[in-house]
Structures are given as C-alpha cells and as structure tokens.
C-alpha cells in the first residue's frame, strides 16, 4: 500500500529547531516524486512551505520559510527532511507532505496543485514558550 508517513513533530520553544521527516513506504520511493511541505494552522488554509522538485532536486521555499528552512532527501531512508530552525510561535500548525509529479511552471505553493497527489497524516508542530 502507497504511503507516505510525516514524523518529527512537537512542542519547542521559540528559537528553536526541530527536523521534520516525510517518509515512503516501501516500494514507494520518493526520489521519483517532487515533494512539498504543507502547514495548517488552525482556523487557516493550508499554506505550501517548502517543495523539491524530482528531476533536478531544485528547493524552494515560502517567503515566510526562507532562510530558516531546508529541504532535502535521504535517499538511504527513503525519505524527505524539513529541517527548521529559529522557529516562531507563527510556525505552529499541523505539517504535511505530499507527493506527485505536478506539471512543470505549476504554483506548488498551492494545495489544488496536489490534489490528486499522495499525502501523508500531518504531525503537529508548536512552538510556544
């Protein structure tokens, strides 16, 4: 069965750091697939944060992610990493990943660019004193 599962989240302090993991299921790897990471606060729309794309590995971020974000690949673990550092209480919600092969000059920023993506449960962050 297709999967893909995020871990990593939890309760840090402003400032903080944490490193998210979107991980694939077995037989499903994820270096064939552009990944992005989506963020959920509550009462608001899922925001894109961050995105990889598969052929070439070239990242981007949100504007609110730059500089503080990284996205990369564990091709040994079969994985994608959200490393976040300097966190902000702003950061608190709920982190997806998704996978798919979105068309080239797509905005992967936006959740209806992923529709028919593969997504993962979402793990939660928060960052409050």
């Known amino acids: 069965q297709v999967q893909l599962v995020e871990s990593g989240g939890g309760l840090v302090h402003p400032g903080g750091s944490l490193t998210l993991s979107c991980s694939g299921s077995v037989g499903f790897r994820l270096e064939y697939y552009s990944i992005v990471w989506f963020r959920q606060a509550p009462g608001k729309e899922r925001e894109g944060i961050s995105f990889?794309?598969?052929?070439?590995?070239?990242?981007d971020y949100a504007a609110s992610a730059q500089g503080r974000f990284t996205i990369s690949r564990d091709h040994a673990k079969n994985s994608v990493l959200l490393q976040m550092n300097n966190l902000r209480p702003e950061d608190t919600g709920i982190y997806y990943c998704a996978a798919d092969h979105p068309p080239s000059g797509s905005n992967w920023w936006e959740a209806r660019v992923w529709d028919g993506a593969y997504w993962g449960q979402g793990t939660q962050v928060t960052v409050s004193s």
């Open positions: 990889i794309r598969n052929s070439d590995d070239v990242t």
